[in-house]
């Protein structure tokens, strides 16, 4: 699989309602600001895109040192028209799009490369002018020819990426935990808990973490700037330090450390406040309890919110008073594109023994088809069989909401769907119920099921 970049800048046309524009696809090159005008508008238009401030010169120092180590892939959108007076500049994007690789963690010791998406921006006035799904087009493209199975993004608006083949693949909640009579447990935590230093958790935390993605399904590798955040240094959303932050370490029963817990003190009321939770790393539900138990028996402390817990969380269960847990919002994390079913249907692992043939519609042509998928042998065995019957939609390149079962084929869906199947966010019985997976008969939608369950729900928490 390869993945190195072009070693020139790619430049394309595009063109749309009379308009002309210009795009680019670039790479951080060494040096600074200075020797990278065109990243450092990039970064701008990305910035004011998500209605941040303009960046600092150490905000972008820091952005460009970050996307140069990760091997951040730019595309740029620029408008090729004339500039009215006053408008912003032709060297500012009217839209953005980045990408870089990672790992997905399966389960069982498995994992897969994937193609991470983030900072899609389009400049409101020059919407729905089809750039979007042109940079997403090129992107996914190269992501398939590098040979990835899988692409994937976080998105601030569920309904956009639907179109373009993502399904949600991993689920979170918005939790807080009554902390006015610290936490009482059912069993004993295990371990111990100590205040830490934050630079040297900084440094202790990307081997912690490294532990945790190795056995959490839906886990996904970590940039280098994961690590200013936690110790404070520097949060990339604030484009400043944050002094206020505070670490503490869980050792396990042999003095190792096993988990860490980075988090800053919010007054409510006279000298008594909310925990805020920056990040929770434990490499077992076991040293995360441990860290929740530290973090609601400090003094003052009310009440303790963390934006990443699991839909099902050991914690609550844990609790004697589970009332005191209390679930704010539960929200998408990751979402997931299928490029290569074959690739991405034989890394995963089954625990059922079954052989299911699957229509996959995709609009974009990249797993569309009719798929085998027999796990009945000592070895999983994916195969694409042929093509799937083409309606007039297909052929207008629409997305189906309703997909039709092709004769000979068991089950049939959407490439979304697939998406959010892939690590058993979502039961085969629960997308057919709402009308998204159609099936031979109830002995396929079991079969389906079977194939498709995972023993633990995926679990993420690194946004990107």
Known sequence: MSTTPPQQPCETSHSARGNTYTLRRFTVGEGGPEQNPEAVQWNRAV????????????????????????????????????????????????????????????????????????????????????????????????????????????ASEATIYGRFGFGAATFNAEVTVDAHTRLNLKAPAVGSVEMADNAAVARLAPEIFARFHERTAGSLTRTKKWWDLISGEWNWHKAAPEPDVRTAVHYDGAGEPDGYVSYRFLPTQGYQGTLEVVDLVGVTPQSRIGLWEYLCNLDLVTEVRYKAAQIEDPLMWGMVDMSAYTVRKRYEQVWLRVLDPVAALTARPYTSHRRVTLSIVDSMGF????????????????????????????????????????????????????????????????????????VRDATALRDVQALMSTPTEPYCISPF
């Not at 620029?78 to 997905?104: I, K, N």
């Not at 799937?388 to 092709?406: A, I, M, N």
């Not at 004769?407 to 998406?419: M, P, R, Y």
Request: charged content about 25%; overall charge negative.
């Open 47 to 154: 910035s004011q895109g998500f209605h941040d401030g303009e960046p600092t010169a150490e905000a972008t120092e820091r952005a460009l040192a970050s996307m140069r180590a990760a091997g951040t892939r730019l595309r740029s959108v620029y408008t090729a028209d004339p500039v009215p007076p006053a408008a912003l500049g032709a060297e500012r994007p009217v839209a953005t799009f980045c990408s870089w690789d990672s790992q997905l963690t399966l389960g069982e010791g498995r994992s897969v490369p994937a193609w991470l998406i983030s900072e899609v921006t389009v400049r409101p006035t020059h919407a729905r002018r089809g750039l979007l799904r042109r940079l997403m087009t090129d992107d996914l493209t190269e992501a398939h020819r590098a040979g990835f199975p899988l692409a994937a993004l976080t």
């Open 367 to 438: 797993a569309d088809g009719i798929y085998v998928i027999d796990t009945t042998g000592a070895r999983t065995r994916v195969e694409r069989t042929g093509d799937r019957p083409r309606t007039e939609e297909d052929r207008q390149g629409k997305s189906l909401p309703v997909v039709e079962l092709p004769d000979g084929a068991d089950a049939a869906l959407n490439v979304d769907s697939l998406g959010s199947l892939y690590l058993g966010a979502v039961k085969a019985s629960t997308l057919h119920d709402a009308g998204l997976l159609r």
